[in-house]
């Protein structure tokens, strides 16, 4: 982000300013801090002092009423009033209260038998609502006037221990003495300490208790959390109109609390005071740096004038002196454009050699990518071409099938069955020609080195040459291995070029086998492993050749013998297997390249050859095929009909779909892939399974950009007769597959 004009032309000065202020908000933002905090401990400290002076008062207070409720509960056991003789608890009662200073009166719930104030018992009647204990315990109550002296009077009952009570054991005495607790006890500056009843009532107050006395608590809050025997910190009014932060005791076991208040102007005055300190430390904050600021713009401005000619030298390409300004981070800029200076020239030497560089970095480039488009053009070449081809092997394998099968054994039988190999041969041949033109989903099976090796085995020897010496080595008990089979034989004859390209002089390569545990070797998995070894004796890499072999395109080789594509190649297919591919050469030793796939489950069924005699059918079928290959066309129904089945041919799958939606009748469809029209025949095959989904369906391909899902059974072109009628009758037996939902 680009800074304002105004700033952008700012002298020094006016930068240290800046910097000055800069340094001074946050000053000023943390002395802010620093008071508020310092105001929030002082007001948590006046708090505590709250609570611990409530906690005092309420001790004190309690301890008082215990004072009198015990002497109460010690004459309500006596035994004069048990017996009933009052007489005799009057005169033990005076004596009591003689020696505490006190007076005792006992009552019931109508009369007064004995008031020792008094001279001699005397029988008395009380006030209708007097209070009076039927059991429990002891209870403190309050009386605006006393029923003998008509002043204030605070009064301790205590019930006889029978239940329910008849007498009331009574210690009065005056609020004067509550009083006396609450002054003796050290209250906040300014503020004021009381004690109020269960009823919320004044008994005691620090200031003006005379007046207040009995006068209710005015605060509703106060009052509401008094009445629940709750306790805390209140924001209230008191009684002389005074804003105050107030905390409420718990309550004592009479039900009394005690409370103290500081008025809010205390605190906020302590507010006001850190507040003006903190103004005044960051004034003389802000003119001390503002001073300095002024003294240092003065200092720095001739040493930068000095470093903006140098600047200036420089931009007329000329090399700038160095300075001696005497401030060092200056005197550093000056050296490095000094340093800056010298180096232009040979900056533009080396800035000549990079773009010659980046030239052939670019032309490198464009080569790689012509080989990439070359590579897809092979592909797209390959793909169109194996379509048709693999009709014409097709039609060609079928009708030597059917000769063959027709005729009976002679000498025509060994050329046909040589005919019928060569065309297995090359329908491989199309199948590692796709396999390099263009990458497609693999398709693993489970398959037998020691029989796939020897079925490839003249193509192998070919790819080795004449001076290579080919040995195989499959140790015994290797399991199958679970790999695409083309792309298994396409992964060795590569490792098989590179090992004859490694031995211009000849040599032996090895192919060995063994089985694996998992985690042997270190190879990550949970399942069992095969590895194949291809081994050459051949000049061996250097490591920095030996970091790059998995790389697209890299190669050693002479401009025109190799691509690059060939290890690649194998990695990708290792690992899309599930498994791994290693490499171990060093200069003079050979190579050693190591390719760990996955182990077919012991259950699993390797695929079968294709000779064999076909069973003859179970049941003749009436079978629906689309097919547009004029050849294909020709020879597979006969063979079919030959077979006991019955063939309904249409030339495209729109022939198809007319037929079956006018309702005919068929037990198995059989349709190839590539159609001309609307529909190709998966289009088909969904269409039936949405409209005819009792109508089991079976694919012929040979080559086809669109791949069928896996609910739907494939013959791969060309296929064998035998391989059709026990596809053909898979397909019958099987329940077609439901849409999906």
């Known amino acids: 982000m680009r800074a304002p004009l105004s700033l952008r032309n700012a002298t020094i000065r006016s930068r240290l300013i800046l910097l000055v202020l800069a340094v001074w908000v946050p000053a000023v933002a943390g002395l802010a801090l620093q008071a508020r905090s310092t105001y929030l401990h002082q007001e948590g400290l006046a708090r505590d002092n709250l609570r611990q002076v409530a906690a005092s008062l309420t001790s004190a207070i309690e301890a008082e009423l215990d004072k009198r409720a015990v002497l109460a509960q010690a004459l309500a056991v006596s035994r004069s009033l048990r017996e009933r003789d009052f007489d005799a608890f009057d005169r033990e009662a005076r004596q009591v209260a003689a020696g505490s200073g006190t007076s005792v009166v006992l009552v019931d719930r109508t009369r007064q038998y004995v008031y020792t104030a008094l001279p001699g ?162 004034g003389v904050l802000l003119v001390i740096g503002l001073v300095l600021a002024m003294l240092a713009g003065r200092w720095i401005s001739a040493p930068v004038l000095q470093l903006k000619a140098a600047a200036a030298d420089l931009g007329r390409d000329r090399v700038p002196p160095v300075l001696h300004s005497g401030v060092a981070e200056l005197d550093q800029v000056g050296a490095a454009l000094h340093l800056a200076g010298v180096r232009f020239q040979q900056t533009e030497r080396v800035l000549e050699a990079r773009v010659t560089q980046a030239v052939q970095a670019a032309e490198q480039a464009q080569a790689k990518l012509f080989e990439a488009r070359k590579h897809e053009a092979i592909g797209r070449l390959t793909g169109g071409v194996a379509h048709d081809f693999n009709n014409l092997l097709q039609t060609i394998s079928m009708g030597l099938q059917v000769v063959q099968r027709t005729l009976p054994e002679g000498s025509h039988s060994r050329p046909l069955a040589a005919a019928l190999s060569a065309c297995g041969k090359a329908a491989d041949l199309v199948r590692q020609m796709l396999a390099f033109g263009r990458p497609h989903a693999l398709q693993p099976r489970p398959v037998l080195l020691d029989n796939m090796l020897l079925h490839s085995r003249e193509l192998t020897a070919k790819a080795a040459g004449e001076r290579i010496r080919l040995v195989a080595d499959v140790a015994p008990g290797t399991p199958p291995v679970l790999a695409d089979p083309t792309q ?152 079919l009909e030959r077979e006991g089945h019955r063939v309904t041919l249409c030339r495209s799958a729109d022939d198809a779909r007319a037929l079956l939606a006018a309702g005919a009748g068929f037990d198995v469809l059989f349709t190839d892939v590539v159609m001309p029209g609307a529909m190709t025949g998966l289009d088909l095959v969904a269409w039936c399974r949405e409209h005819r989904p009792g109508l089991p369906a079976l694919v012929a391909t040979g080559y086809s950009v669109e791949q069928p899902d896996a609910r739907v059974r494939v013959v791969r072109k060309p296929y064998a007769i035998e391989e059709l009628l026990a596809a053909l009758e898979a397909a019958t037996l099987v329940e077609p597959a439901p849409l999906p939902a």
């Open 488 to 639: 298994l034989e396409l992964a060795l004859l590569n490792l098989v070029f590179n090992a004859r390209d490694a031995m211009p002089q000849g040599g032996t390569i090895s192919i060995r086998a063994s089985g694996l545990q998992p985690g042997d070797e270190g190879v990550a998995g949970e399942r069992p492993l095969v590895r194949i070894e291809v081994v050459d004796d051949g000049a061996g890499m250097d490591p920095a050749t030996l970091s790059r072999v998995f790389e697209p395109y890299f190669t050693t080789k002479t401009a025109g013998a190799g691509t690059g594509l060939g290890l690649p190649q194998v990695q990708a297919f290792a690992r899309l297997s599930g498994g791994d591919v290693r490499i171990d050469s060093a200069p003079g030793q050979g190579t050693r390249v190591s390719l760990y796939l996955p182990a077919a489950a012991p259950s699993a069924d390797v695929a079968p050859g294709r000779t064999g005699p076909a069973p003859r059918p179970a049941r003749q079928l009436h079978i629906l095929m689309a097919e547009d290959d004029l050849l294909v066309a020709s020879v597979v129904p006969a063979a």
């Open 121 to 282: 018992p005397r029988l008395l009647e009380r006030a209708p609502d007097a209070p009076f204990l039927s059991g429990g315990r002891p209870v403190a109550f309050y009386g605006p006037r006393g029923p003998l002296t008509g002043v204030p009077v605070i009064a301790v009952f205590a019930p006889e221990p029978a239940a329910p009570a008849q007498f009331n054991v009574v210690v009065p005495f005056s609020p004067r003495e509550i009083q006396a607790i609450v002054a003796r006890q050290p209250t906040p500056s300014g503020g004021v300490s009381a004690v109020i009843d269960g009823r919320q009532r004044v008994m005691g107050r620090s200031r003006d208790s005379e007046r207040w006395l009995g006068t209710e608590a005015s605060n509703p809050e106060l009052r509401d959390l008094g009445r629940r025997g709750g306790s805390g910190y209140l924001r209230t009014t008191t009684l002389d109109g005074v804003t105050s932060l107030t905390y409420l005791a718990q309550p004592d076991r009479y039900g009394w609390q005690a409370l103290v208040a500081l008025p809010l102007a205390t605190l906020e005055r302590t507010a006001e005071r850190l507040t003006l300190q903190a103004m005044a430390v960051s």
